[in-house]
């Protein structure tokens, strides 16, 4: 199936606006429905942020679509069931189904219970393959108006083919990946741990340097709470490297770095203003300023850089300085060739041996 043929049918059902959180698996649906004029797309920071303004969006007489991840379904539950379930506001789920048949492990469980979730939370739903796209579409239409309830399209990965849009690079001139090397580099030098976000953030961090670290594979946004509790009893340095779209998944966080204080936590953004991981949607760091944010939470040393020239001094500089601090590195849009999944060498539970040996020293 296209996707442009899938979004059509949506739109001739008077579906939109489309809240996205994106997955690989939509990201031609999600490139097709950004350059057409007439469809309204809207990207928050988080599925649960999706939910709500999706259902908001029903409120005000609109039939919304979320285009989101399974494993970002589990994040609109709360809204799900003491919202939309109890309220009677019907959004459409449009879900990827990672998970389904070989994936990556942070996939399996949720992909492998996927039908239970949406049956226990009373979300009936279809499953689009290549033929059923208006009769599966016509039955969601046709519940929803009808119960008032929400229901779900699932899309398998490799449904959907097509061009995922690139936007226009910001003119930065670091790579993620150099900006990974020298980071480590500087660091490691001086005894951190560290935890890496998922995506290709972890993917890039390993292949510069593979030292013990928490690789994350899912649980987007969670770097930064991980890396809070690590801070607090431990005598290390931490240093955790984040994403700005995984930042902001879970904003939340930054907060807490008031309050707990760790002298100990290095807190670093690699900041290109979409999820390079993802095929490079928009983000909304462009016009909102993490390093901002960071004062704002009580960083004690916030820094901002967006020059090859500034980064090995204020990482060195950094690598010394007693926390919390925070650095923010805008750099370009897109990820290194080559990097393979870190759960391919290894499984989940052996990173997290390997890096509570290295933190705990047994
Ligand atoms: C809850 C949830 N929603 C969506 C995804 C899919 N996903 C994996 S990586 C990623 C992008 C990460 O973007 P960012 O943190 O900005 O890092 P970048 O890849 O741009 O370096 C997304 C959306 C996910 N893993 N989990």
Redesign the pocket.
């Known amino acids: 199936m296209t996707p442009k043929d899938l979004l059509n049918k949506l739109k001739e059902k008077g579906f939109g606006p489309f809240v996205e959180?994106?997955?690989?698996t939509l990201a031609p649906l999600i490139a097709e429905a950004e350059k057409d004029p007439g469809v309204d797309v809207i990207n928050p920071a988080?599925?649960a942020v999706a939910v709500g303004i999706a259902s908001g969006a029903y409120l005000a007489g609109k039939k919304p679509v979320l285009l989101?991840?399974n494993?970002?379904f589990?994040?609109t539950l709360n809204s799900l069931t003491s919202l939309n379930l109890i309220y009677d506001i019907p959004v459409l789920f449009m879900i990827s189904w990672r998970g389904h048949g070989k994936d990556a492990p942070?996939h399996e469980i949720v992909g492998r219970d996927m039908e239970k979730y949406l049956d226990v939370f009373n979300v009936p739903y279809g499953v689009l393959d290549d033929h059923n796209a208006d009769a599966a579409i016509k039955a969601a239409d046709e519940y929803m108006t009808n119960s008032k309830k929400p229901y779900a399209l699932m899309v398998t990965p490799g449904l959907l083919k097509g061009e995922c849009a690139v936007p226009e690079s910001p003119a930065y001139e670091i790579e993620?990946k150099d900006a990974i090397v020298t980071v480590k580099k500087a660091l490691l030098k001086n005894g951190y741990a560290f935890v890496s976000?998922?995506?290709?953030?972890s993917r890039e961090s390993f292949d510069a340097a593979d030292s013990s670290d928490l690789y994350m594979m899912?649980?987007?946004?969670h770097a930064l709470p991980i890396g809070l509790g690590i801070a607090r009893y431990s005598d290390k340095k931490i240093a955790v490297l984040?994403?700005?779209?995984?930042?902001m998944?879970h904003l939340g966080a930054m907060p807490s770095v008031k309050s707990l204080d760790p002298k100990n936590l290095l807190h670093v953004i690699?900041?290109?203003e979409?999820?390079?991981?993802?095929e490079?949607?928009p983000?909304l760091?462009k016009d909102f300023d993490l390093a901002k944010m960071a004062e704002l939470s009580g960083y004690k040393n916030v820094v901002k850089v967006t020059k090859k020239k500034e980064l090995d001094g204020a990482i060195e500089r950094l690598a010394l300085k007693e926390g919390p601090s925070f650095l923010l590195i805008k750099?370009r849009?897109g990820?290194s060739k080559g990097c393979s999944r870190v759960s391919d060498k290894m499984t989940c539970s052996e990173i997290k041996d390997s890096f509570m040996r290295g933190l705990n020293g047994k």
């Open positions: 959180v994106p997955c690989s988080s599925e989101i991840q494993s970002g589990l994040n942070e993620r976000t998922n995506g290709f953030i899912g649980s987007m946004g984040d994403g700005d779209g995984a930042a998944m690699f900041d290109n979409v999820y390079a991981s993802t490079n949607q983000t760091s750099v849009p990820n």
